[in-house]
């Protein structure tokens, strides 16, 4: 398995879940609704594996 190829969806989904994580525990306690919001976004980022990544132009010279 090559880890290059999930990167992309891997920071997406670490940078949206501590985003979200850091708001709802703004307050120290996390409730059901926050955590849903914190699930939703990881969520939503690995929709980015749908994506493909881009090819390096520069790899064919």
């Given at each position: 398995m090559r880890i290059a190829r999930y990167a992309k969806t891997i920071v997406a989904a670490?940078?949206?879940g501590g985003v979200a994580l850091t708001v709802a525990m703004g307050d120290?306690?996390?409730t059901a609704t926050e955590g849903?919001?914190?699930a939703l976004a990881?969520?939503?980022a690995l929709?980015?594996?749908v994506v493909?990544?881009?090819s390096d132009p520069e790899a064919g010279r």
């Open positions: 670490v940078v949206a120290d306690v996390l849903i919001t914190v990881v969520l939503g929709g980015v594996y493909p990544n881009a």
